[in-house]
C-alpha cells in the first residue's frame, strides 16, 4: 500500500499532515513501537513519528525536525511518562558520538526492542503474521566486548600551555566527520583505550599533524587495533611515510605489554577508510592467532573477524545447529569470509563449498582449513550471484545452504539457485532485519517456510542485531508467484538524512563526480532503503533505466555513509 492510501485510510492528506507536523512545531506522543533504528515510533493522526532517545510505552514532548508525506522524525524535548526500563546514559560521550545509541534502555529492553525489530520486519515485510521470534540471545557481559577498535585524528583549534600544536583522538560524531575526543568507552577493550592514548601522545610529542580533509594536508589518519588470545595489533594509517616510526613502536611496548604486532599502513584516498593495500610489518607478527568454536584462525590487520568474541560463538552454534547437519549432507556456505562457519560445518558434514568474492579472505580460509587439519571444505572466489547458478547449471548440489549476506541481502541469481540446489535447509544469518525479511519473502514463494527464527545480541548497547532464520523446504510441489518490491521494505528515518541534492553536492565536493537521481535510488535500494516518490526522479530520467557505473556507485555509498544512511 503506497503512502497516499495509508493516508486516505486514516482519514487525512498529506496536507492536514504538513500543515499540524511542519518542522519546528512541538507535539506530545505515546510511543508505542520500535523502528528498525532503535527510534521510538509514535502515531499521530495516522502518521509514523520517529523520536530518537524514547522509549517503548513512554509520553514524551518532541520537536519534529523533518515532516515527510507519510512520515516524521522529531527530536525528544521532554519526557513526561517515562518507561521503567529508563536509565541514565553510564557514558559521558553519549549525547555526541552516538555509537552506542540505546544506551538510555536497560538491558532487558534493548534485547526486547531487537526481538521486537525482527518480528515487525517479518510480519511487515515478509508478511509472515503470528511467527514465532525465539527471545534475543543476550551476552553475559555487555560491556567492552569489542576485539577491535578504528580510532580517528584530527588537530585541535587551539595550542595547549606550551603553545604546541595538539593533535586529538577519538570518534567521529554521528552522521559527521567531526570528531569527538574520547578517554573512555565502555565497549572497548583496555587494550585499544592504551593504544589510542599512547599514538596521541607519540604524534604531539614529535608534532606531526592529523590528516584535515579539507585541506587535504597532514599524516596521521586513523589507528585500528585488533586484540586476541595471541595479544593486540596495533595498526596506524597515516598518508605518507611514517616520521619517528622506532619511537612509535618503542612507546608502544612500553605502555601495552600485550602488544604482538605493530603495522603501518598507507592510504592517501580521503574517501578509502581502510588500512590501505600497502602495508609494513614494524614490530612482530603479521598476524595473530585466534579461537573460534574451538577452531583455530590467523587474523591479519585485513581479515574480517566478528568483533564479539563471545557472541560470535553463540551466532555460529545456532546456525550450525539450526541445520542439523550429518555425515551425509553436501553444504554451500555462501559469502563464507575466512571460513569461521564453513569450517565449523565441516566439522559435522560430508562436504563443505565456501563461496567468496574478496580475493584475501579466500585465501585465508584455505590457510586456515589446513590450520585446523579440514580437508572436506573447499574455497572459491567468486561472486555468489555468478557461482551459485553456475554450479547449479553444472549439475552442483547441496542439501543444506549456509547463507551470511551483507546488508543489503543476496541478490536475485543467488536466491534463484539456492532455490535450483536441491537444499532442503537453509540457515540465513542476517545483519539487517529488512533485507532478511524480504529475502525469506521470495523464499517462501519458492517453497522454503520459515521454521524458527533466532536474533542475537552482536552489538550491545546499539541497535544493531543478528538473526539466524532457518528455512526448510516444503513437500507441496505447488508454490505461488509473489513480487517483493522495495517499497515494502520497513520504513526507516535513513531514507530521510539526506536529500538527493545533498547526496549530489557531497560527491561532487568530493569526488568531482556527477550522478544522477536514478543512480542514488538504485544504491539506495542495493542497501535495502526504501524509496516512495518513484525515487524523486525528474521527467527526463523516467523514459531509461541506465545502470549506476561501479565509481559512481562507491561514490553514492561514501555519501551514504558519511550521512548515516548506512554504515
Not at 375 to 383: L, Q
Not at 490 to 516: F, Q, R
Not at 532 to 538: A, L, Q, S, T, W
Request: aromatic residues 6%.
Amino acid at each position: 500500500m503506497d503512502s497516499n492510501r495509508k493516508r486516505m485510510n486514516a482519514g487525512i492528506t498529506a496536507e492536514d499532515n504538513r500543515s499540524e507536523l511542519s518542522a519546528g512545531s512541538t507535539v506530545t506522543l505515546e510511543i508505542t513501537a520500535y523502528g528498525s533504528e532503535g527510534q521510538g515510533i509514535a502515531r499521530h493522526n495516522g502518521m509514523a513519528v520517529f523520536v530518537q532517545g524514547a522509549i517503548c510505552g513512554e509520553t514524551v514532548e518532541a520537536e519534529i525536525k523533518k515532516a515527510a508525506p507519510s512520515f516524521a522524525e522529531a527530536k525528544l524535548q521532554k519526557i513526561l511518562r517515562p518507561s521503567a526500563e529508563r536509565v541514565i546514559p553510564p557514558c559521558p560521550h553519549y549525547a555526541e558520538c552516538g555509537g552506542c545509541d540505546i544506551l538510555h534502555m536497560s538491558y532487558a529492553e534493548q534485547l526486547r526492542m531487537k526481538r521486537e525489530t525482527v518480528r515487525s520486519a517479518m510480519e511487515r515485510i515478509g508478511g509472515f503474521r503470528g511467527i514465532e521470534i525465539l527471545p534475543c540471545i543476550g551476552a553475559d557481559k555487555p560491556e567492552h566486548y569489542r576485539n577491535k577498535a578504528v580510532f580517528q585524528f584530527a588537530n585541535a583549534e587551539k595550542t595547549n600551555k606550551k603553545k604546541l600544536r595538539q593533535v586529538l583522538s577519538g570518534y567521529y560524531e554521528q552522521k559527521s566527520h567531526k570528531l569527538v575526543p574520547v578517554e573512555t568507552c565502555m565497549i572497548q577493550n583496555e587494550e585499544a583505550m592504551t593504544a589510542k592514548r599512547i599514538v596521541a601522545e607519540w604524534a604531539n610529542l614529535f608534532d606531526i599533524r592529523a590528516f584535515d580533509e579539507k585541506q587535504k594536508s597532514g599524516t596521521l589518519r586513523q589507528l585500528m587495533v585488533r586484540r586476541t588470545e595471541g595479544g593486540t595489533m596495533a595498526a596506524i594509517v597515516t598518508t605518507g611515510a611514517l616520521p619517528h616510526s622506532d619511537e612509535l613502536v618503542s612507546m608502544l611496548r612500553r605502555g601495552l605489554p600485550s602488544l604482538a604486532s605493530c603495522i603501518h599502513g598507507i592510504n592517501r584516498n580521503p574517501r578509502d577508510p581502510g588500512i590501505g593495500s600497502k602495508t609494513e610489518l614494524l614490530f612482530g607478527s603479521a598476524e595473530l592467532a585466534e579461537t573460534v568454536c574451538g577452531l583455530k584462525f590467523n587474523v591479519g590487520a585485513h581479515s574480517f573477524l566478528q568483533v564479539n568474541p563471545e557472541q560470535t560463538q553463540k551466532l555460529y552454534l545456532a546456525a550450525a545447529n539450526a541445520l542439523n547437519l550429518t555425515a551425509n549432507d553436501d553444504v554451500a556456505d555462501v559469502f563464507c569470509g575466512i571460513g569461521t562457519i564453513s569450517l565449523l560445518l565441516a566439522q559435522r558434514a560430508r562436504s563443505v563449498l565456501g563461496i567468496e568474492a574478496v580475493p584475501p579472505a579466500v585465501k585465508d580460509a584455505r590457510r586456515n582449513a589446513k590450520l585446523n587439519n579440514i580437508k572436506n571444505a573447499e574455497f572459491i572466489c567468486e561472486n555468489a550471484e555468478t557461482a551459485l547458478p553456475r554450479l547449479v547449471a553444472e549439475g552442483k548440489r547441496f542439501s543444506a545452504i549456509l547463507l551470511d549476506p551483507p546488508r543489503r541481502g543476496a541478490e536475485k541469481p543467488a536466491l534463484d539457485a539456492i532455490v535450483n540446489s536441491g537444499a532442503e535447509r537453509i540457515a540465513y544469518v542476517s545483519c539487517n532485519p529488512a533485507t532478511l525479511a524480504r529475502d525469506c519473502k521470495i523464499l517462501a514463494a519458492a517453497g522454503y517456510s520459515p521454521m524458527s527464527v533466532q536474533p542475537v545480541d552482536m552489538f550491545p548497547m546499539t541497535h544493531h542485531v543478528e538473526t539466524v532464520c532457518l528455512l526448510s523446504k516444503l513437500q507441496s510441489k505447488e508454490h505461488i508467484e509473489i513480487e517483493v518490491k522495495m517499497d515494502e521494505l520497513d520504513l526507516t528515518s535513513a531514507e530521510s538524512k539526506a536529500t538527493y541534492e545533498e547526496i549530489k553536492a557531497y560527491v561532487l565536493e568530493h569526488t568531482g563526480l556527477k550522478v544522477s537521481h536514478l543512480y542514488i535510488a538504485q544504491v539506495k535500494q542495493k542497501y535495502g532503503i526504501i524509496e516512495r516518490e518513484n525515487y524523486n526522479k525528474p521527467k527526463s530520467e523516467n523514459a531509461k533505466q541506465p545502470q549506476c557505473p561501479p565509481e559512481k556507485e562507491k561514490a553514492i555509498t561514501e555519501a551514504l555513509k558519511h550521512f548515516g544512511m548506512i554504515l
